[in-house]
């Protein structure tokens, strides 16, 4: 049992940290900017998509002036095409915040991956044990030969419960839930919760911005229209053209993925923006379910400021 540590003895006044989440365009990242600001703080990304250097507009990641004026981590720090588990993430999360803390200062995390936030939240321990190659190989075989409809009925016969939370196309997820139960003949949900039992190591406190439905899905069209403004079209084609695996998580990214029929010349670019608009909006519906599902989770109004934020960390 992991024994979690008092803010107390890095920083005083805080008794937790801040994990700033919320549905894609809720204002997340400009919410926790401010409370860096305000509190000579440093931001930490749980998104698991921003992790990946030069995917910056489709997965909307600060300006480089934002970056330069606070310091972010767990941004831009693996290649596409890399592969990065959970418990990679968190690994590499607690020892940056160990190191923020010790220099007096707050981690602000913010983001919108429940896995990350679940993971950091619960103090989720998912072991050790490696599975191997042999077994991702045959299972990714099995993907090419059957595909995924094959392996999510697979799924649904030996572990019900992990596939209501996995979409049939999430491939990634779905040859990892069924590659633990072969390695370790338990299911991918039994060691979910196993892995709680370690508990986490912070002190933390979600705060979810709660954005009205219409304009929550207003605020995702407009983003979508300025990434294209932006140049997200000329980003995706340097990344498909990159030699970076295609099968590879940050393909299957929203953003990303919409354009592999455009290139192929079977859509029109217009078709593609409307695609992305569309998964995004379905992508902040599954957002929502998960962080709303979760304990203790304070609700915070759109367009509540940093300075209510901080008398709620303070209250606490």
């Known amino acids: ?22 549905p894609t365009a809720s204002g997340k990242s400009s919410l926790a900017l401010d409370l860096c600001r305000k509190t000579g703080g440093e931001l930490i990304s749980c998104d698991s998509m921003q992790i990946y250097k030069t995917l910056d507009i489709g997965t909307a990641k600060d300006s480089s002036a934002e970056l330069q004026e606070v310091v972010h981590h767990m941004t831009d720090i693996i290649d596409p095409g890399t592969d990065y588990s959970v418990k990679d993430y968190t690994d590499e999360a607690l020892k940056v915040m160990a190191s923020v803390l010790e220099q007096g200062k707050l981690p602000v995390v913010c983001g919108g991956t429940g896995q990350y936030v679940s993971a950091l939240y619960f103090g989720l321990d998912y072991g050790d044990s490696e599975i191997s190659e042999e077994i991702m190989d045959k299972l990714n075989s099995e993907l090419d030969e059957k595909g995924a409809d094959a ?158 934020i901080i008398k709620e960390i303070l209250s606490r």
């Open 1 to 22: 049992m992991t024994v979690m540590k008092d803010l107390s003895d890095y920083i005083k006044g805080y008794s937790y940290i801040p994990i700033i989440t919320g």
């Open 151 to 308: 392996l999510y009925e697979k799924l649904q016969a030996v572990d019900p419960e992990a596939a209501s939370k996995i979409h049939p196309n999430n491939t990634r997820r779905l040859i990892r839930a069924l590659a633990v139960f072969e390695a370790t003949g338990k299911t991918f949900s039994q060691k979910n919760k196993e892995s709680k039992k370690s508990g986490p190591s912070y002190p933390f406190k979600i705060f979810f911005l709660d954005v009205d439905r219409e304009l929550l899905y207003d605020r995702i069209n407009k983003r979508v229209d300025i990434m294209f403004d932006q140049g997200l079209t000329e980003e995706v084609e340097k990344l498909y053209s990159s030699g970076a695996c295609r099968t590879s998580t940050c393909f299957q990214a929203i953003g990303y993925k919409e354009f592999a029929d455009y290139f192929d010349g079977k859509c029109s670019l217009d078709e593609v923006r409307d695609k992305i608009k569309l998964n995004s909006r379905h992508y902040a519906k599954r957002q929502i379910t998960w962080f709303r599902a979760m304990p203790d989770v304070v609700r915070v109004p759109f367009g509540t400021r940093a300075e209510e």
